[in-house]
């Protein structure tokens, strides 16, 4: 008997690993089992089939308890809480979630813990006081804030969790006015709005947010604002559930009414609550149907547990079946365990290999998400920038326009001069600020092109010089022109951008000098043909600039401290402005300075010699602040709906001799130059009824040769690209300087009149 026991414990041996390795297998197919239950559960859910769902997350959990599969039965009891709240079951829903985090602490499921407290936080906020509610936000964001936070499907969903963390946070703070916590929270959603699946939905619910603590701060323009972007992006995006949508959109329609009501606006208060209504209906026609299929979801799943219960005991009766025969099918088993093995190894490799396809393409999905993201935002920031200083230029060309047509007044007072005189200081400042900030763009986006126009040198640096009589008086300090006699008189260049820099050079002189002595000096270097080399100078005898800080003044919003800048610090654009111009002019902007002694700044431009067109300039050049003076009195429509800007412009029109008519919007600009002939229209291109874009067609359907002028106070490159494709003859913008303006007003006159008349004389010699 003895040599026999030897190989019976072999053989016991033998059979022990082959049951220990088969229940190996078997536990890995449960686990693969559980994983395909819950992803179907997640999209039953998904599609609202709420008793489908249900039935499957519960098979789902009594598995994986079965076996101890955390991650699974983690899973299946967080939908179940999602799905408890649903039915308003809250009990319920409360003690899934908390059996989802009991178990992802053990798993380390960074997704399902940040998830559950969000839940939870979002469960108790109605229930409990907001000191309970807060640490199950905060829960939520530190598993949020942490690495590897991603679904069942591998997908990364951090930031789309913090983000509706913090706005649940914000929201509850606004409740209880706490408002300084609620607009830190809605600052950092802000920074996580980016990187959300949904962007229309999720920045509506964020406005909504930051309108809310607007009106609670009684700021009720600024959160109409808020309310009303919300509106627009839910109205434009058909994304997402139309019950959800109308539900939030009469919210945001009730507090747009609540804040006319607040300002006064009782007519835009009760067309906007009709609005609200009208979502209101509609919100609680879906919340019924809702509430029908919830009904209909309870029962099925009333009916469910008592079949489930039916069938455990089923179940039970087979598992003790299933047990006699589990020692055969070990022995079975045992007898494939090579080739199962080769098999999981093969079908591992190629999960594997197709779980990281999958994270790679949906990483290039988000790379894409992200490109298509910051082009919007791009997009973005050129509209609003366009469409703030459109909004910035118009009343500016009010205040500057009719400041200037009082001054010009002889019975004013010293003293109302010298006020009249800061007011048209301080519009002109407000204007080099707006076209300041508009340079920076377009100097940004490389859109900036340089001009060749013939220049008088002399006359071009006396008037910009000129220009700052009122600061020269403030300031007590005295510049001088210094201009090498054998300067050319007459050069191509661009002459905006040329004064835009001595401007800027000697606006900054006159800042950092008081009492002083500034000097502007034109010096020649060299002639060679047709072209000839300067040398520009701005000196003062000022604060100075320390040599440390002599290169910072050129970022972007730099500035001296401020006992080195006791008039004002401005706003650090102008140097770099400059800087960069004359990097467009391919020179450099150098400068010199001392402390207490003063600054230099310099730079070299090369220009082309206009020989030619000297005699023509002398007979025709007439001074800066001068018009071109006419003998006949021509006739002028103004086409313009803003009432200010109709006054400045017939004003200034009617001083220099001009028969001026008013038309309020384009339709009416059409018909009062289909009655009357006009020498010259000027015509507004934003404006009610018809756009002057549509005037001008329409005019040059029947008239192509009366010049038309467009006006505008949008600096876009495309309007002034594309204003000849409407018919316009020319542009201005608004505010515009009067010498400029009426160069070329008269400019278009008279070549429309010297046609005219030319093709009277063919005509005569003809006949």
């Known amino acids: 008997m003895k040599p026999n026991l030897p190989m019976k414990a072999r053989l016991l041996c033998g059979l022990l690993l082959c049951s220990l390795l088969t229940f190996g297998q078997t536990e890995r197919h449960l686990i693969h089992k559980i994983d395909s239950i819950n992803n179907l559960a997640i999209n039953y859910y998904d599609a609202d089939d709420i008793v489908s769902s249900f039935t499957l997350f519960n098979q789902a959990m009594h598995i994986s308890d079965s076996i101890g599969d955390n991650y699974g039965s983690a899973v299946a009891n967080f939908t179940l809480g999602k799905i408890y709240l649903f039915m308003h079951e809250f009990d319920k829903a409360e003690s899934s979630f908390n059996k989802a985090i009991s178990i992802s602490e053990n798993t380390e499921d960074n997704y399902l813990l940040a998830s559950s407290f969000l839940n939870l936080g979002e469960l108790f906020k109605y229930k409990y006081a907001s000191d309970e509610v807060v640490p199950y936000y905060e829960k939520a964001i530190s598993y949020a804030e942490k690495d590897n936070v991603r679904d069942h499907l591998n997908n990364e969903k951090g930031q789309e969790v913090l983000f509706e963390t913090r706005l649940g946070l914000a929201s509850l703070y606004i409740n209880n ?132 219960i039916e069938a455990n005991n089923q179940r039970m009766l087979q598992q003790e079946k299933s047990d006699k025969i589990r020692n055969v099918n070990i022995v079975v088993l045992a007898t494939v365990f090579l080739l199962t093995i080769s098999l999981l190894t093969m079908y591992k490799s190629y999960a594997s290999k197709r779980r990281l396809s999958d994270i790679l393409k949906e990483r290039n999905k988000l790379l894409h998400n992200a490109k298509d993201q910051a082009v919007k935002s791009s997009e973005l920031k050129s509209n609003f920038i366009s469409n703030v200083t459109h909004e910035l230029r118009t009343p500016l060309y009010g205040v500057v326009g009719i400041t200037s047509l009082l001054l010009k007044n002889n019975d004013l007072s010293e003293k109302d001069a010298k006020f009249l005189k800061s007011l048209k200081y301080s519009g002109d400042y407000l204007l080099n600020l707006v076209n300041d900030i508009l340079q920076i763009g377009k100097i940004e986006s490389k859109k900036i092109k340089l001009k060749h126009i013939t220049v008088n040198l002399r006359v071009l640096i006396e008037n910009l010089v000129n220009s700052f009589d009122y600061r020269l008086e403030e300031s007590n300090n005295q510049i001088q022109i210094t201009i090498d006699k054998n300067v050319p008189e007459f050069v191509k260049c661009d002459n905006v951008r040329l004064s835009q820099v001595l401007i800027n050079l000697v606006g900054n002189s006159i800042k950092f000098t008081e009492n002083g002595k500034i000097n502007v000096k034109v010096k020649l270097l060299d002639i060679v043909e047709d072209t000839v080399s300067l040398r520009f100078e701005v000196e003062d005898n000022g604060s100075g600039i320390p040599k440390e800080k002599q290169k910072l003044i050129f970022e972007n919003f730099s500035q001296l401290d401020e006992n080195n800048n006791t008039n004002y610090q401005g706003t650090g654009l102008g140097l770099p402005i400059t800087k960069n111009i004359i990097e467009l002019f391919g020179s450099t902007l150098e400068v010199e300075s001392e402390v207490n002694i003063g600054t230099t700044f310099s730079f070299e431009l090369n220009f082309e010699i206009d020989r030619e067109a000297k005699i023509e300039v002398r007979e025709t050049h007439i001074s800066k602040g001068e018009v071109i003076a006419s003998n006949k009195k021509y006739k002028i429509l103004v086409a313009e709906d803003n009432k200010i800007n109709q006054i400045v412009t017939q004003n200034l029109l009617q001083r220099e001799n001009y028969e001026c008519v008013i038309a309020k919007d384009g339709k009416e600009a059409l018909e009062a130059h289909m009655d009357t002939n006009f020498d010259l229209i000027l015509m507004d291109i934003n404006m009610p009824i018809m756009n002057g874009n549509e005037a001008t067609k329409a005019i040059r359907e029947f008239d192509t040769s009366t010049p038309i002028i467009a006006l505008t106070a949008a600096d876009i490159e495309q309007v002034k690209e594309d204003y000849k494709v409407f018919g316009f003859d020319g542009i201005i913008t608004k505010p515009f300087d009067n010498y400029e303006f009426f160069q070329t007003v008269s400019e278009h006159i008279e070549r429309t009149k010297t046609i005219e008349a030319e093709t009277i004389d063919i005509n005569l010699k003809v006949s």
């Not at 962007?199 to 406005?207: F, V």
């Not at 701060?217 to 972007?229: D, G, H, R, S, T």
């Not at 939030?248 to 507090?255: D, G, H, P, R, T």
């Not at 208060?269 to 309870?298: C, D, V």
């Open 177 to 308: 006015d706490h408002l300084n916590k609620a607009l830190i929270y809605l600052s950092r959603a802000e920074e996580n709005l980016a990187n959300q699946t949904n962007q229309s939905y999720s920045t509506s619910k964020l406005r909504l947010l930051q309108g809310k603590l607007y009106s609670k701060k009684q700021l009720y323009q600024n959160a109409n604002v808020k309310f009303l972007e919300a509106a627009r992006l839910l109205e434009r995006d058909n994304t997402y559930d139309s019950e959800e949508k109308s539900a939030l959109l009469s919210e945001v329609y009730k507090a747009i009414s609540e804040c006319y009501a607040k300002l006064g606006d009782d007519s835009e208060a009760y067309k906007t609550l009709l609005i609200h209504n009208e979502y209101r209906n509609a919100f609680f026609n879906a919340e019924r149907l809702r509430q029908e299929n919830l009904a209909k979801s309870k029962f099925s799943i009333e009916n469910y547990k008592k079949v489930a």
